[in-house]
């Protein structure tokens, strides 16, 4: 009964390569998001989407390209990986983008390891 | 300035002890606020929402000050579970879309 599940994750790879991070919430929420956390712990959004359309898109290098097939899923592809690109990243969702009162609900993070 | 600020400590206190954390956003247009808790290794979970007349939950306290923008966790009688990172994290309304921001978050270490 996981809320907010990512595939993989543990995800090593190498420089150049393209690699893709899946996601899916069965809380029925509108909204899912996108976040790195990187070495210093900060957690920064990169995406976010409501009912598949893009709402936020903070800078965020263009290798990165999100796509949402349905509400319930938020996938990310990462083109021409760089050492810079290791991170955890982060899946949420939270239940309406309008509302600022409600909280998000995090998925288990991809930890990304590029060599 | 920053968004979002925190201390990052480590704050390291014996088991028992009281402790708070405060922290402070910019934008006055800040509508929501949460506490977020972050074990090593784990995803942030939701530790508390914080209401303008401050809100208790067991021994946690979560205060609001509005006039000086800041927000305060106060946690009583520490247990060695409370190790974490204590995440503030304030929304705002921007466009009709819901802006999330974390602070650096708070680390800490409950000792024996």
């Known amino acids: 009964d996981t809320a907010v599940s990512q595939t993989p994750k543990y995800l090593v790879t190498q420089m150049g390569n393209d690699k893709s991070i899946k996601c899916e919430q069965n809380?029925?929420?509108?909204?899912m998001y996108w976040y790195k956390q990187d070495s210093k712990k900060f957690l920064k959004i990169m995406f976010s989407?409501?009912?598949?359309?893009?709402?936020i898109n903070e800078t965020v290098p263009n290798r990165f390209s999100p796509k949402s097939p349905d509400k319930a899923h938020l996938n990310l592809h990462i083109n021409s990986l760089e050492l810079g690109d290791s991170a955890v990243y982060f899946c949420?969702?939270?239940?309406?983008?309008?509302?600022?009162?409600?909280?998000?609900?995090f998925g288990p993070g991809t930890r990304l390891t590029v060599t | 300035r920053k968004e979002v600020e925190q201390d990052p400590g480590p704050f390291n206190v014996p088991e028992g002890a009281t402790v708070a954390f405060n922290c402070t956003y910019s934008?006055?247009?800040?509508?929501?606020f949460f506490w977020y808790r972050q074990d090593c290794r784990k995803e942030p979970k939701l530790l508390m929402s914080?209401?303008?007349s401050g809100n208790e939950d067991g021994r946690f306290t979560a205060q609001l000050n509005r006039a000086s923008q800041y927000i305060s966790l106060l946690i009583r009688d520490s247990k060695l579970s409370d190790s974490a990172t204590y995440l503030c994290?304030?929304?705002?309304?921007?466009?009709?879309?819901?802006?999330?921001?974390f602070g650096i978050g708070t680390k800490l270490q409950v000792i024996p």
């Open positions: 994290v304030v929304n705002s309304n921007s466009g009709g879309y819901q802006k999330v921001t």
């Open positions: 914080v209401y303008s």
């Open positions: 949420a969702s939270s239940q309406d983008r309008s509302k600022s009162s409600y909280e998000q609900y």
């Open positions: 934008n006055s247009a800040s509508q929501s």
């Open positions: 809380l029925g929420h509108d909204t």
């Open positions: 989407y409501n009912n598949k359309e893009l709402i």
